[in-house]
């Protein structure tokens, strides 16, 4: 089974830009959706954007959408988020999961989560 780990988060200032990598080890990411999720301080966990490795397709939250990009780049086997036009809201914790969702955006069977990375965006 994959192991996964996020790496990249930080404190920046609004309107900057921060990349989260999602590394994968013990197995490829071949075949497996892989997901990016956040969660702020008292609120529930958020989809953010997910890519599935076989056919690329890509799916982003709609708070996130045109600002945020993810992508993999398979020799690594990571999955980078970029993340442009940073706002306050988007402080949270991100998470990186793998699995085989029915729908890439639902946490439903992502098996495989890393321990997350602090965002934060001062305005």
């Known amino acids: 089974q994959v192991q996964v780990a996020e790496s990249g988060g930080g404190l920046v200032q609004a309107g900057g830009s921060l990349r989260l990598s999602c590394a994968a080890s013990g197995h490829t990411f071949r075949n497996y959706a892989v997901g990016w999720f956040r969660r702020a301080q008292g609120k529930e966990r958020e989809f953010v954007a997910a890519i599935r490795w076989y056919d690329q397709n890509t799916y982003y939250g709609d708070s996130v959408k045109g600002r945020f990009t993810i992508s993999n780049d398979n020799a690594q086997n990571v999955v980078h988020l970029q993340m442009n036009n940073l706002k306050p809201e988007d402080t949270a914790v991100y998470y990186c999961?793998?699995?085989?969702?029915?729908?890439?955006?639902?946490?439903?069977?992502?098996?495989?989560w890393g321990q997350g990375t602090q965002v934060t965006v001062s305005s």
């Open positions: 999961a793998a699995g085989y969702p029915a729908v890439p955006t639902r946490e439903d069977n992502y098996h495989f």
